[in-house]
């Protein structure tokens, strides 16, 4: 087996043998998620608590939502299961100064998808994950990739802290873009990633195409790019060929395609929204459809090896397949994988180069 993967016992197994009272912290999917997967295992839940405040007189899925203090005032010892995802230095460190009181789990559930994240899994799927280890471009992203997978099975946010790159260093030690780019964002929200590029070239570019499936979230990027020249932004999804889909609107960053919805929005594929053009960065960040959106951009990637940047967190298989993909179109890229800050594993990327 994989000598990299330490973890063996499953955050969820070390949670069904707990002694003590278990308190979620949090409210909303990713609560319910975790509760799911309590309830198909028999893993009893005592309590939910959030951020001070949250907490007015809410209740959720039948429990009083408590303070921390107030359960702290009613038990001695417990185990806390994060159940929300944060991304900010200041929500990061409350989370590590409860980490430092009581014990505490960040079980990985999938954003898309089913299944969990185990041992067994990585088992199944060890050829594919020593591939990718093989295939990468520095030792520190074998050990950021080690840590991630111990991290989904463990769940032990140390795993995470250990390998936190800031997003300016991948910029300039990876990406380092330069004044002439034609970038393709894909997922490209309120022009968030757009704005952050531009901060690394002094607003200097050749051209810019933006994909954003979500009207809300399209309206917001059309206003943010209104009157930048050599822009063209498309309120369509990324996908593997030019079609319609159906369309989950959340008007925020998980909004997403979905099995069914009486919304349709068109989708295309990068390879004609740039119409044999060369791109030179590319941008994937299209909540659990970036293999379609890879497949949609294969000629690009084939023949131009445009710098990648992709997301890998959102599927558990995209931490292996995505790479391997990429790799299969083009075997000339150098592998990178850095992790942002952000509790759980979100913001684990890769990033290709020549």
Not at 153 to 173: F, H, M, P, Q, R
């Amino acid at each position: 087996m994989l000598s990299f993967i330490t973890e063996k016992q499953s955050c969820w197994d070390r949670l069904k043998a707990e002694t003590r009272p278990i308190f979620i912290y949090g409210m909303g999917d990713g609560a319910l998620k975790i509760m799911s997967v309590f309830k198909e295992r028999n893993i009893t839940v005592s309590g939910v608590f959030a951020s001070d405040d949250f907490v007015r007189g809410h209740s959720f899925e039948g429990f009083r939502v408590h303070k921390l203090s107030e359960i702290e005032e009613m038990v001695s010892d417990f185990v806390v299961v994060l159940a929300f995802a944060a991304g900010y230095q200041e929500i990061v460190d409350k989370i590590h100064d409860i980490a430092s009181k009581h014990t505490l789990y960040v079980p990985d559930v999938p954003v898309i998808g089913h299944g969990l994240f185990t041992y067994d899994y990585c088992a199944e799927n060890e050829d594919k994950i020593q591939q990718v280890y093989d295939s990468l471009a520095d030792d520190y992203s074998r050990k950021v990739y080690a840590n991630i997978i111990n991290f989904k099975i463990s769940g032990k946010i140390e795993y995470l802290s250990a390998v936190t790159t800031a997003k300016s260093e991948i910029y300039k030690k990876i990406i380092k873009p330069g004044l002439n780019e034609v970038y393709v964002d894909l997922g490209a929200y309120n022009g968030d990633t757009i704005k952050e590029l531009l901060e690394f070239t002094h607003g200097k570019y050749s051209a810019i195409y933006a994909l954003e499936p979500d009207k809300k979230n399209f309206k917001k990027l059309a206003k943010f790019v209104d009157g930048m020249p050599h822009v063209f932004a498309y309120n369509a999804a990324a996908w593997c060929t030019d079609s319609e889909l159906p369309f989950a609107a959340k008007a925020g960053r998980q909004s997403a395609i979905a099995a069914s919805s009486e919304n349709m929005v068109a989708a295309r594929t990068v390879d004609n929204v740039l119409g044999k053009r060369a791109a030179t960065i590319i941008k994937m960040d299209v909540e659990g459809f970036e293999r379609e959106a890879i497949w949609g951009a294969a000629l690009t990637i084939s023949h131009h090896a445009p710098k990648l940047m992709v997301s890998l967190y959102h599927r558990n298989e995209d931490i292996f397949e995505l790479p391997l993909l990429i790799k299969k179109l083009n075997p000339a890229y150098k592998l990178y994988i850095r992790h942002q800050l952000y509790i759980p594993a979100w913001e684990t990327n890769l990033y290709a180069t020549l």
